[in-house]
């Protein structure tokens, strides 16, 4: 059974950095999966933000966000990494990770969220205006 954790939410100020950390369980660094962070607005549709495929070296960011955020994975754990940077109000959400197993990440997998079988709880992210 895999599951994930994620953890480093909170409030940050405008312009300020948090790091996101998404700790999945029931899974083996070898094991080849696609893991996504996305984020979620009440009333709105969940969105890509990032990913990161399991030997952390091909990572896809959303292009409205690659120069903020990025992606990252312990290569020989199962643990994952959203850095945010230069955060901005519109940033505040609820963010996700989720873990899509049996294969390489592809970007279009930014827009596929349903696929991704396995979800965290999320984390929520606050930038006051």
């Known amino acids: 059974q895999v599951k994930l954790a994620e953890s480093g939410g909170g409030s940050a100020q405008a312009g300020g950095s948090l790091r996101l950390s998404c700790t999945a369980s029931g899974l083996q660094y070898r094991d080849k999966f696609c893991m996504g962070w996305f984020r979620q607005d009440p009333e709105k549709e969940r969105k890509g933000v990032a990913l990161v495929e399991f030997g952390g070296r091909d990572t896809y960011v959303d292009y409205s966000l690659d120069d903020r955020f990025a992606a990252s994975k312990d290569s020989f754990k199962t643990t994952g990494y959203l850095q945010m940077n230069r955060l ?4 505040t959400s ?30 929520l992210v606050t930038v006051p205006s």
């Not at 901005?88 to 940033?91: I, R, Y």
């Not at 899509?100 to 709880?121: H, I, K, Q, S, V």
């Open 88 to 91: 901005k109000p519109e940033d």
């Open 94 to 123: 609820v963010y996700y990770c989720a873990v899509r197993l049996g294969t390489y990440c592809y970007r279009d997998f930014l827009g596929e969220w349903p696929e991704f079988a396995y979800w965290g709880e999320g984390t």
